[in-house]
């Protein structure tokens, strides 16, 4: 029995805060009655079938599932979806991906590799087992990335190009009788054609250059093309200064997918500018992929073509064959005058212009490559993909192209964690979904370098709950490993891991991880943020306008990031594509009425060009009618001299400026110089963020509307990487809009699926205001809706929960405490004695310890809770341990008890007297089990879940033996601390 008293905080509240995380399950229970009306149910299930408390396979979190190539048994992959079902995952993304396996010919590429028979058998029965169990398998594109195919070689048109540029100095006066220069980077194994796009002179100006290009005087361009037969030129350069002789050279880049080989013969990797390019993958997908039964199943269970982010490496520059032709015929002008600036020298640019001139051109070179990749690659894949029953979800960067366009015509955009920076490069891809209409935003989760069986689950909704503030709704977990593969050690396959001979990348979830008991809970805690996260349509305060749609930048947007976000405002990006789009009108002063709603459009300058001042005439245009129509929008910066942002067309820069002036005139547009005037013109507009704060704050949210049903996601996280000093925990007050005058606030549990009504809150008008406390990474939903007519109050001195049609009061230290009701009169409240929190310390420790050998088991008794790295029969353990300890409850009638867990390593469960409660929150372990304790002895038992580290520091130290040891198990202090209830008397 334990029974040490340990200190508490203020009169009323713990030192943690525990009634505030712990006491939803008791509260909703007692409630249930009050939520009478059925709009409130109807309302926390609307999101998805199957309500928020059990939401469906639809929402639930997705794996990437890694085979090694086609080497697998179909049976076992039955079981792998089967595993994934009964942990509560929605499916996996069937990629070919074997990094930890240096030498692939033992996966027999001829046999068994990419696209192979074998393959293809795999694939059956994942599809088949999927429809069987409700789940959802995704198919990757080609294998590993980019998109590859093995049906052509590095010299075909099909296969991804190259533009690489050779050179010589010539000195004014002297005179070239040679050949034409050779590229400066040769090409790649495999690679033997070339063609010689063009010759030019150019000569050298210091006055254009820059500290890494040297400058070149525009004026002198040469066009010596004709001049070069049979590979060699004769030229004379004017006297005067140095010359430079240019050649460019059209080639394969000889780019294989990544960590192959995956087939034979080999993949290469595909033109994706080219309708050529995009054929190849169709064409193999039509007759070697798709066999009648994959057709039949595939439109049976429903499915996704994936492709991976667009990683075409070369050392030279991004090329296509028609590009000069397309680029004429997009942009107006002939490309190659420009070329010499646009050269690529392991990937960086050599030479430069005036520097206006030099950004124009460049500006125009990546928005025809964009177009490209927007119009031949994406756009035809997914009128392919559902011509096979299939949706098509990508990773839309890698290039300096527009990823706002693209995520507004894949089926499915995706980010990712470990390379997107900050919260706008989701931010980003959320503005391309949202204004066409399209429902998910996904993500590439938990990639962490280095991470392979030391990943935690803590960590993992440490990284992705800001996410979700900025639009992610669909959570793709990195990865779950098919279980073997030859060579493979204990605990079997594994992608990443080992990674050039060292710890890889995280991680391979599944069966062979101890976490994995647990994972049911934590599946459950992801599928419900998403749900809440796929109601009804996304209400964003503003939309700033990207001259170019990059993403993957870290690059936010100036006064909004810093300021804007912490006071409540919620931004996304838009491009000059998406003002195209039908959704791009306004209505009652919105932007996009029937989708995001975006109250004010914000234009600043570009971001990835110096700020400068510049705006496509054609956007111009289209944001003068849409301020005419009622728009608010607001300018930054010095708009007075604007310029289109590619090379001008004559007349073009003076009719931008007239629209812009135009447009400055009216009521509704603001215009202002600097950051610090932001605030200020939104005021002047009238404008204020759906949800707003009252001071500048770490709080994050996101904001769905579903008729008339709010849902406002909460996290106090992180809004930048720049973020000092670390967040800490809030406590303030939130006014939400409502849709609803007569909507009332609830709050949504993520980990035990309960809707609770909020007792204590403030209505006026079209606002509710709730008062928000949440720990580091916590995160939370707020609902507003109609349901049973409850009492309420504006504030209290105790926490406040509703039970039926009463209110009660809830403490941890005998008192009498004031509650002011919804109609003004103030109330007071006594509790009596309220049994001292303790502390327990006496645990039995039971361990199943998981070994290449099996599992072992060890059985100890703890005088006090210490990691396992400190208990030396436990010091290379992993596993799962069970603590039970016994304590007396002698707590009378309106008394209970919040269990405050402390620190835990990585996952638990807790049972009282053999009961499971509710699920626990792996940030912050604590949970209320006053309703399962009863008078005299108690059974606490609290089981916890490792990683596989420790275990294999010492299993395998040639690869994981430099990693820590992490601090596994019950680390506590563990508190049992008691609470007091009374009714508050209302009448």
Not at 627 to 644: E, H, R
Request: hydrophobic share 40%; with cysteine.
């Amino acid at each position: 029995m334990n029974d040490d008293r340990s200190e508490e905080g203020p009169r009323g509240l713990t030192r943690r805060r525990v009634l505030q995380i712990g006491t939803a399950a008791a509260v909703v229970a007692a409630a249930a009655p009050a939520l009478g009306g059925e709009a409130v149910a109807e309302a926390a299930a609307r999101p998805g079938a199957g309500g928020f408390a059990r939401p469906g396979a639809a929402v639930r979190p997705r794996f990437r599932w890694w085979w090694p190539d086609g080497l697998v048994d179909p049976a076992e992959i039955r079981r792998e979806i089967d595993q994934m079902a009964e942990a509560g995952f929605g499916g996996g993304e069937i990629s070919a991906v074997h990094h930890s396996i240096r030498d692939a010919s033992v996966l027999d590429p001829a046999g068994h590799g990419w696209g192979t028979a074998a393959w293809v058998a795999g694939v059956e029965a994942a599809l088949d087992q999927a429809a069987r169990r409700g789940l959802t398998v995704d198919l990757t594109i080609g294998p590993a990335w980019p998109a590859a195919v093995p049906t052509i070689a590095p010299d075909d048109d099909a296969a991804v190009q190259e533009l690489a540029y050779g050179t010589v100095t010539v000195a004014g006066g002297a005179t070239h009788d040679g050949p034409v220069p050779e590229p400066v980077v040769a090409a790649a194994d495999g690679v033997t054609k070339r063609d010689l796009v063009a010759v030019h002179a150019v000569k050298v100006d210091a006055a254009n250059a820059t500290r890494k290009e040297t400058g070149l005087d525009f004026a002198s361009f040469t066009d010596l093309t004709a001049q070069a037969k049979d590979g060699r030129i004769t030229w004379t350069a004017p006297a005067g200064g140095d010359w430079l002789l240019l050649s460019y050279w059209r080639r394969g880049s000889g780019q294989q997918p990544e960590g192959g080989p995956h087939s034979s013969p080999e993949s290469y990797v595909v033109d994706h500018f080219s309708k050529a390019g995009t054929r190849a993958v169709t064409a193999f997908w039509e007759a070697r992929l798709l066999t009648p039964r994959v057709r039949k199943l595939i439109r049976k269970a429903g499915a996704t073509l994936f492709e991976d982010s667009i990683e075409l490496e070369t050392d030279a520059l991004n090329w296509t064959p028609d590009l000069p032709a397309e680029f004429k015929r997009r942009r107006g002008y002939d490309l190659t005058p420009y070329l010499p600036v646009l050269v690529l020298n392991n990937e960086n640019t050599v030479y430069s212009y005036e520097a206006d001139r030099t950004a124009q051109a460049r500006h125009d070179f990546w928005l025809t490559v964009s177009d490209l990749l927007n119009e031949y690659h994406f756009e035809a894949l997914r009128t392919w993909a559902h011509s096979v029953g299939l949706e098509l979800r990508a990773q839309p960067y890698g290039l300096q192209t527009d990823a706002i366009r693209s995520a507004a015509i894949l089926d499915v955009p995706e980010g990712e964690s470990l390379g997107f920076h900050n919260l706008d490069d989701y931010r980003a891809l959320a503005g391309g979904r949202d204004m066409a209409g399209r429902e998910l935003l996904s993500c590439e989760a938990g990639a962490y370098q280095g991470g392979a069986y030391n990943t935690t689950w803590d960590k993992l909704l440490r990284t992705m709950g800001g996410a979700y503030a900025a639009g992610l709704n669909q959570t793709v977990f990195h990865g779950f490993s098919y279980a073997t593969a030859p060579g493979a050690a204990w605990p079997g396959f594994a992608a990443f891991t080992p990674y050039n001979g060292g710890i890889g990348f995280a991680e391979a979830w599944g069966p062979r991880q101890p976490t994995w008991r647990h994972v049911p809970d934590i599946a459950a805690y992801f599928a419900r943020i998403h749900q809440t996260l796929r109601a009804g349509k996304s209400r964003i305060d503003v939309a700033v306008f990207r001259q170019k749609g990059y993403t993957k930048t870290g690059i936010g947007v100036g006064w909004f990031t810093k300021y804007g976000v912490p006071l409540g405002w919620t931004h996304q990006m838009i491009s000059a594509p998406l003002l195209d789009l039908p959704s791009a009108k306004v209505r009652d002063g919105r932007l996009a009425p029937d989708g995001p709603a975006y109250q004010v459009l914000f234009v600043e300058g570009d971001r990835f060009n110096g700020n400068a001042c510049t705006l496509p005439l054609d956007s111009a245009r289209t944001m003068l009618k849409l301020a005419k129509a009622g728009l608010p929008l607001v300018f930054l910066g010095d708009w007075s001299a604007a310029t289109v942002p590619g090379i001008a067309k004559d007349g073009e820069n003076d009719a931008l400026r007239a629209v812009i002036k135009e447009m400055f005139a009216l009521p509704r547009v603001k215009n202002v110089a600097a950051e610090t005037d932001v605030q200020g013109a939104l005021d002047a507009l009238g404008l204020r963020p759906e949800a707003r704060y009252a001071q500048s704050s770490t709080l994050l949210n996101a904001h769905r509307r579903d008729g008339g049903v709010d849902y406002f996601y909460l996290c106090n996280g992180k809004h930048a990487e720049t973020v000092k000093p670390p967040v800490a925990a809030i406590d303030h007050e939130v006014a939400f809009v409502r849709a609803d005058r007569k909507a009332v606030p609830y709050r949504l549990d993520l980990w035990t699926g309960e809707t609770e009504p909020i007792a204590v809150y403030k209505a006026d008008g079209d606002t509710v205001t709730v008062r928000i406390a949440l720990q580091p990474s916590e995160a939370t939903v707020i609902m507003l809706a109609r349901g049973g007519h409850h009492p309420s109050a504006t504030a209290s001195q105790a926490e406040v929960r509703v039970d039926g049609q009463r209110l009660v009061a809830r403490v941890t230290a005998a008192g009498t405490y004031a509650t002011t009701l919804a109609g003004g009169r103030t109330v007071t409240t006594a509790i009596g004695a309220v049994p001292a929190a303790r502390t327990l310390t006496t645990w039995r420790l039971r361990v199943e310890d998981m070994t290449p050998d099996g599992t072992k088991r060890h059985d100890l008794t703890l005088d006090a809770l210490k990691a396992w790295p400190d208990i030396p029969e436990l010091a290379d353990v992993s596993g799962i341990g069970t603590y039970t300890t016994t304590v007396t409850w002698d707590g009378g009638a309106g008394t209970g008890a919040v269990l405050d867990l402390g620190e835990v390593f990585d996952t638990c469960r807790v049972s009282v007297n053999g009961r499971r409660v509710p699920p626990v929150s792996v940030l912050y372990p604590s949970v209320d089990i006053g309703p399962y304790l009863r008078r005299g002895t108690n059974t606490i038992e609290v089981e916890v879940a490792t990683t596989l580290n420790n275990r294999l520091r010492v299993s395998d130290p040639g690869v994981y033996g430099g990693a820590p040891r992490q601090a596994y198990g019950l680390i506590g202090p563990v508190r049992l601390v008691p609470y007091g209830e009374a009714v508050i008397r209302t009448r």
